[in-house]
């Protein structure tokens, strides 16, 4: 990977740095805040460099960008939230993931709060935006669903059975991930790192894997580059399937929702065989990724192109089930684009950003681009479609690269290991990217932005103007992880 | 005779129908490939509904408990009407309109109890009932109305016959069946209409005016929901239906009659998505077309 640039910047030039960097058309990789009044923003330009801004201050309040950078107004937030720090500017600086709850000096990553804290003694309840009015209605939907999915509190405001806002409370179980991962040794982190989301998961340890790789110079091999790309194919495929297998359900298609899940099914129950994990945790290391066996697996991968053909057939010529997705849940190119939109999401809007097509790690493959561009359900539908299609082929490729690369000994990275590094891959549900600041073999501080987090502000606005029933199908089309969220 | 298999064929539909709604639910489960629970499923799930506590919401008032026994009420006394076994003895009751309004009257009280839940998906579940109820009415009159054209009377008994005997022209029937069949899925809440099955509390229809329920009331519903759907399964084999010359036999057609009906419902549902919620007013719109147009042909004295 190609070294990062550092660019120090002074406080009143902080937005206007940061605005110019998103004019240029290069993509935001994350915004992080440190001990110490630091924030740094890293940028992904299209050829691949990375450049980070820094800002250093004194005091509390730093300067916003949300107002000119929507897509950091989440991060603003959880900064906000988690250091204490102000972002000046800011127009919605609601708590995301504090609760009334904790005490009012209790700030988890400043480095000063006491754990754990004093916990009060009331309600959990943040303020929701509503809309107020004659005939308006709120509906709080959440945080305890009847389906067997994670916790997240949505309060409608409707008028008839039309949407007017949707107001988001996720966040409802933060784990502290990134605290927990604080003064962790080396070897401590990758299982930890893997369960940080049950979807993302080799795209999280690989992100962890490669800082560390990067940090330490370490070049890595060509068959354990192909084992990497197979575990990420792979685990890209478990994840279409899944969201593929939702988004029927959403309209009662229950006959493609079952039978998208027996795929899925027939999928894990084969990861399990080969990998030894269902849903692939622990599979990458630094230096190191579980092996496969490439005839079982090119075998496995026949047997699906056996069951998913009828079944793409058979849902794609459904006429109510095409037009249930027609023109619902729209997300428009623009807005995509300013609101940082990733991953299926922003492919289906038109927007052609696929990190993949950066990653060293698949230098040699041509990831085919997806023909989305409505942004509706139906162009995230059809994006998942060709994407786990043109995964299949990836791994095929892989796996005959594979068949014939030496084996090679497993490369430990050294334990006194410092420094700080950006990295990200394309997980499956977009771009996902890892801040790590290292300090004599010790995480001194763990930033995650996970593809979802990006995307959630994105479901709130293409809910507004539905009618209140097609919500759930526009949710599943997006199909975003609550556990990415709540790390 | 008459009155023993009348009698026989109303006990019969009421203790049916939880078995002819798992009839229909096995169908769905086979066609996704599942297994799916027992067909006797739902006397089990209405035997433990029944046991379990009763509790009310905080701010329902009597509307709330009073409601369970009213629609379930209504829909029994629906069942009675109609002519199970053919031709039922001239003292017992039976009337078309009745029909209509006993079913009119239990979705009046399944939109009170929705409302009264004093919740925003009952609320949402009793305004989509009540709208719902605004575009299957007409169509349900129309398609009725091709059988009072028919007989000049509004009682049920001699209709089936009636038909037979003027023998009337294809499309006419034709029309009024698929009238009947739009308005049965509205009326009983299946796809492509309403989705019994979902979880989905923004999707739901009826199913979110009676989320508030448990125990006793609960169980009073879904007797009421499987009731409803055998009484309006039952009265559409009033337009197909050949009549035999016995009332047993007939009774006895019936019944198998209804074991087809369940197991065609489970298939076409199976093959469908849910319409959109706004599309609605367009297939119910369509269902009183179709309605009308067979009133319209069979009163012309039409294709005959």
């Known amino acids: 990977m190609k070294s990062i640039t550092v660019e120090k910047i002074e406080g009143p030039q902080w937005t206007h740095y940061n605005s110019q960097q998103k004019q240029a058309g290069h993509q935001l990789l994350a915004l992080t805040a440190f001990q110490g009044h630091r924030l740094v923003c890293h940028w992904l330009s299209p050829d691949g460099f990375v450049t980070a801004a820094v800002l250093h201050w004194s005091g509390l309040d730093f300067p916003s960008l949300s107002p000119h950078l929507p897509e950091v107004a989440f991060d603003e937030r959880e900064i906000h939230d988690l250091f204490g720090y102000v972002p000046k500017g800011h127009p919605d600086l609601r708590p995301l993931m504090r609760t009334p709850r904790w005490p009012a000096d209790f700030y988890p990553l400043n480095g000063t709060s006491q754990f754990p804290p004093n916990w009060l003694d009331t309600q959990p309840d943040n303020p929701a935006k509503i809309v107020e009015g004659d005939g308006v209605t709120v509906m709080k939907v959440g945080p305890t669903h009847a389906g067997i999915i994670e916790s997240g509190h949505f309060v409608f405001s409707i008028i008839g059975e039309n949407v007017l806002h949707l107001d988001l409370h996720l966040f409802q179980n933060h784990r502290g991930v990134e605290k927990s991962l604080e003064g962790l040794a080396l070897e401590e982190v990758p299982r930890l790192v893997s369960r940080i989301c049950g979807a993302d998961t080799v795209s999280h340890q690989t992100n962890w894997a490669m800082a560390v790789e990067q940090l330490a110079g370490y070049q890595v091999p060509e068959t354990l580059r192909w084992e990497r790309v197979v575990l990420l194919e792979s685990e890209r495929v478990l994840c279409h399937l899944n969201d593929l297998a939702q988004i029927p359900a959403g309209v009662g298609f229950q006959v493609a929702h079952q039978r998208a899940l027996a795929m899925k099914e027939l999928w894990q129950r084969g990861l399990l065989e080969l990998f030894g994990h269902r849903l692939l945790f622990d599979t990458v290391q630094p230096g190191g990724a579980a092996r496969v066996e490439v005839d079982s697996l090119l075998k496995l991968i026949q047997t699906m192109n056996k069951v998913w053909h009828p079944w793409r057939n058979f849902v794609e010529k459904h006429h109510g089930f095409n037009d249930r997705m027609t023109g619902v849940g729209l997300v428009r190119r623009d807005d995509a684009a300013r609101f940082g939109a990733v991953g299926v999401a922003a492919r289906a809007a038109g927007l052609n950003f696929d990190v993949r097509t950066l990653m060293p790690l698949y230098q040699n493959l041509t990831i085919p681009a997806t023909k989305g561009g409505a942004g509706d359900v139906a162009a995230r539908f059809k994006v998942r479609l060709q994407e786990v299609e043109s995964s299949w082929r990836i791994l095929q490729i892989a796996l005959n690269h594979l068949r014939e690369a030496p084996a090679i000994l497993r490369w430990h990275p050294p334990e006194d290991l410092s420094g700080e590094i950006v990295s990200y891959s394309e997980s499956p549900h977009g771009l996902n990217v890892h801040v790590v600041e290292l300090e004599q073999g010790h995480v001194r501080r763990y930033h995650v932005r996970p593809a979802t987090f990006r995307n959630w502000p994105l479901v709130a606005m293409a809910t507004a103007g539905n009618a209140v029933a097609d919500f759930p199908l526009i949710n599943k089309s997006f199909e975003l992880c609550y556990s990415c969220s709540d790390r | ?304």
């Open chain 2, 1 to 304: 005779m008459l009155w023993g298999a009348q009698i026989v064929g109303v006990v019969l539909a009421i203790g049916l129908a939880p078995f002819f709604m798992g009839v229909a639910q096995t169908v769905k489960a086979r066609r996704q490939g599942r297994h799916g629970p027992s067909v006797w499923q739902g006397y089990w799930v209405l035997a433990k509904t029944w046991r379990k506590e009763t509790t009310v919401p905080e701010y329902s008032s009597w509307v709330f408990r009073l409601a369970p026994s009213m629609s379930l009420a209504a829909l029994l006394l629906t069942v009675l009407l109609i002519p199970w076994s053919g031709t039922v003895p001239s003292a017992w009751p039976h009337d078309l309109l009745a029909v209509f309004f006993l079913l009119a009257f239990e979705r009046f009280w399944v939109g009170l109890a929705g409302m009264d839940s004093a919740g925003t998906f009952g609320g949402l579940g009793a305004s989509r009932i009540a709208t719902l109820g605004t575009g299957i009415e007409p169509a349900m009159l129309a398609a009725f109305g091709v059988l009072w054209v028919l007989s000049r009377q509004t009682a049920i008994q001699p209709l089936a016959p009636a038909l037979m005997r003027q023998s009337l022209g294809i499309i006419p029937w034709g029309l009024a069946v698929l009238s009947y069949a739009f308005v049965l899925l509205a009326e009983t809440g299946r796809l492509p209409v309403d989705n019994p099955d979902t979880h989905l509390e923004l999707t739901m229809m009826h199913e979110a005016t009676v989320l508030e329920y448990n125990g006793r009331f609960l169980a009073q519903s879904q007797l009421a929901i499987a009731v409803k759907l055998t009484a309006i399964l039952g009265l559409g084999w009033i337009w197909l239906g050949p009549q035999l010359a016995t009332p047993w036999a007939n009774l006895g057609l019936r019944l198998v009659e209804l074991l087809v009906s369940s197991v065609a419902l489970g298939w076409l549902e199976s093959r469908s998505t849910k319409l959109r919620y706004f599309q609605l007013s367009t297939y119910l719109t369509m269902a009183a077309g179709i309605g009308i147009l067979a009133f319209y042909l069979v009163s012309s004295g039409g294709l005959n």
